[in-house]
């Protein structure tokens, strides 16, 4: 066997690259999306366009832009040579939180970022973690790159690229922090909603037309994290080590995507460490990998505070340094201490050159210096319009037996609606992704606002179930959060009884703790708002010594049993703002719950029998960024609160329930057997109540699918049953086996599979064929197929081709999925999808070359609906 060739990108200056860029993304960014309407009262065979006002670029801005490209490198060069070492310095670390400064003399500006991947973030302050108190910093919160990589749909990438591009440069930022492609491997990950699926395929598909479309704004996209950030516990420390096969072939090829097809401008290091060094100073990663073989010419800037070293960060590749923990931007590492380093001839002069010249570049090709920079816009109906377009194709249907979708307006006249997140807003929380939405429907705005001005009277009755279980104070009355957007509570860990000696700090989303065994003295910590005045019941149940202070009243000191509740009533004004302080000493656990006035929860016995008398029942359940957030991963993947009880509970009093999950990571659904109808919405952004109407009564034909496998427990997936998910390092033992793979090889059936999707349209796949029937070196092949609508109902399908080399001489997947076709399908219209295999698809990283390795033999072409669901299958023959 020899060793193909590494198929070298041609040797395009970084300006041609940028022209091809910006023309391939108009052309996508011109095409509008449409989906069916299947609603039953309207003729189900139309087709409702939505269109979408994208600016695309005129003749004359296009010749503007290729004007301003093809001097870049000159002015590169003009510039250099003109500042001092002192400047040089001072442009490849942090003059703010958010920025790097400017060197007026020489025109060049402040180059500001901004978070995130799905929305410009608020201003935050200059110099500081805080807000800056701006009022007019609202903006699109559109749904989370989840949403985007379950539309499986790169022109909902490029809709969400453009938005982010436009707003971003309308707030006067030079980079946008994201899109984020780590891979989805561990569903307790807290940044899995951040990102694009389990799969390096999809991600690097989907990628391509979001980093495009951001860029068409003379804005820098900046793809995040480089590498192998999969996991929250210990981030900064946690030692990534993966084979050089699993590097290549499943935790790059989305980055090197960005590279190669998107010229992407900027790329942000992750926290955690590769094989023993800071992924911000890696040599392999950065300078063999990105810029060596990849020919990178954009900047690498680090995460906010990392653990680097000078001189390590210098040689490596690394760029610009960003949110150092330090006093003053003088001691980052790559301030003063490298100035010290170059004047001593440890670093070379030349290697913070490169950087300069990596800077300057980006600078001038997103139009830094040029008067005619695109300005942007922000808040306009048409990203509104984007925002719903995106959370409705997103939306994926992963079961509706006996047809209880679409709802039948005509049919269905009482509604009872419930869940966690059935009037949850969820733009202000997850983490650095948080967004200031401009306003955000809420799934249960979006269904009474379908209703409300119609003269179709349908009843929409809300209630919050009460577990039948002991109840901690909901979160709701919160008013304490941590940095993460989430509600929560503090946690003092201390060493001592008296509580002088404080050891450790946390937090928690809701007031219940479990000791574990281990003899604990915290003090658990929040701010509460009553939203009723009156004689509130106080209530502990726990197993140790208990005391409860409000506003520094001592209210209770007791020792609890874990089966007795100590109750204690005080009187609480609605409005007010009260200090909960609960001090817990003992091994067990403690939590704190309470009874109001008009409690904001319907018992079991009322909530049941509303859900017998409703015509259909829609729980919209999931997890919110309490779960789904940075900087900590969920310790389990049991639906929060007491969801399983109470939606166990609601389907079996009423088999027309929906349950509607929203959520970015896997969760048990221990129901789904017995449920008849369950969808899955992600965080729908802004307009996410209205996409979920749409979806729910047929306005709009659900035609998402799943970008991660859904596993029917914890224990099922790799990192788990494999043992390697700890503090201390990573070894990614599943290697290229992530996700679907994973449940493939191991023949473990999920809950739902990776690719899974229903739609209220019938899809028959027929006739398929190849271009040729065998495959000759770095020829491609084209592959085809047709699919019918055979329903009454537009929609779409997503025809997926997954690929098994038969014969290897390394264990490969099953099935790796090399590509996807979302078509768009009349009643009883016929179409074909088309894809393209070329030999890199056929390769593996071969560690005894380097490089990609494609061996000659038979290659099987599977196509269908998900994974698992296989319609046609065909092999080829491939020769070297
Ligand atoms: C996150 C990045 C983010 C940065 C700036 C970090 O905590 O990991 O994704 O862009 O903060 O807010």
Known sequence: MTPIKRSKMKALTKNKLRAVSMSASMLILSSSVSYADSSNTADSSSTVKQSHALSVLSQSEQQRLQSRLSKVESEVERLLPQLTLEEKVSLVHAGGKFHIPAIERLNIHEMWMSDGPHGVRYEIDRNSWAPAGWTNDYSTYLPPLTAVAASWDPKMASLHGNVLGAEARHRNKDLILGPGVNLARLPLYGRNFEYMGEDPYLAATLVVPTVKAIQANDVGATVKHYALNTQELNRTGVNAKPDERTLREVYLPAFEAAVKEANVYAIMGAYNEFRGTNANQSHHLIKTILKGEWEYEGVLLTDWNVDINTYDAAMNGLDIEMGTAVESYDEYFLAAPLLEMIKAGKVPESELDDKVRRILRVQLSIGMMDKQRLSGERNTQSHRDDARTIATNGVVLLKNDNQVLPLDANKVKNILVLGPNADKRHGFGGGSSEVKALYEISPLDGLKAKFEQSSNKVNIQYMRPASSQFMPIPNDYLTTRHWTGTPSWQINYYSDKQLTKLSSESWIADPQFDAKGQPQNVEILANIKPMESGSHSLKVLGDGQVSLFVNDELLLNENAKQTTIIDKEVKLTAGETYAFKLVYQGDSKVTLGWETPNSLYNSESEYLTAAKQADAVVYFGGLSHADD????????????????????????????????????????????????????????????????????????????????????????????????????????????????????????????????????????????????????????????????????????????????????????????????????????????????????????????????????????????????????????????
């Open 629 to 880: 957030r940075e900087s900590i991963d969920r310790p389990d993947m049991v639906l929060p609160g007491q969801q399983d009880e109470i939606i166990n509970k609601l389907i079996k009093a009423n088999p027309n329930t929906v349950v509607f999950m929203i959520g970015g990571s896997a969760v048990e659904m221990p129901w789904a057997e017995k449920a008849n109808a369950i969808a899955w919405g992600w965080y729908g952004g802004m307009e996410a109540g209205h996409a979920y109407t749409d979806i729910l009564f047929g306005d709009a034909n659900p035609s998402g699918k799943m970008p991660i496998t859904l596993p029917k427990k914890l224990q099922d997936t790799a990192p788990i049953s494999l043992n390697d998910y700890n503090e201390t390092e990573s070894l990614y033992s599943e290697g290229v086996f992530i996700g679907y793979r994973w449940f493939e090889q191991q023949k473990i059936a999920p809950e739902f599979p990776f690719g899974h999707g229903l739609s209220y349209s019938k899809f028959t796949y027929e006739n398929l064929t190849f271009s040729q029937s065998k495959l000759k070196g770095d020829e491609s092949l084209t592959v085809s197929a047709n699919i019918t609508n055979t329903s009454k109902v537009d929609g779409a399908e997503v025809a997926q081709l997954y690929l098994y080399d038969v014969k290897s001489s390394v264990p490969r997947p099953l099935k790796e999925l090399k590509g996807f076709d979302k078509i768009w399908l009349k009643a009883g219209e016929t179409g074909q999808v088309n894809f393209t295999l070329n030999q890199r698809d056929l390769s593996f990283w071969d560690i005894n070359t380097n490089d990609w390795l494609a061996e000659s033999g038979e290659f099987k072409v599977m196509m269908g609906s998900s994974v698992e669901d296989i319609r046609l299958q065909k092999s080829f023959q491939y020769q070297q």
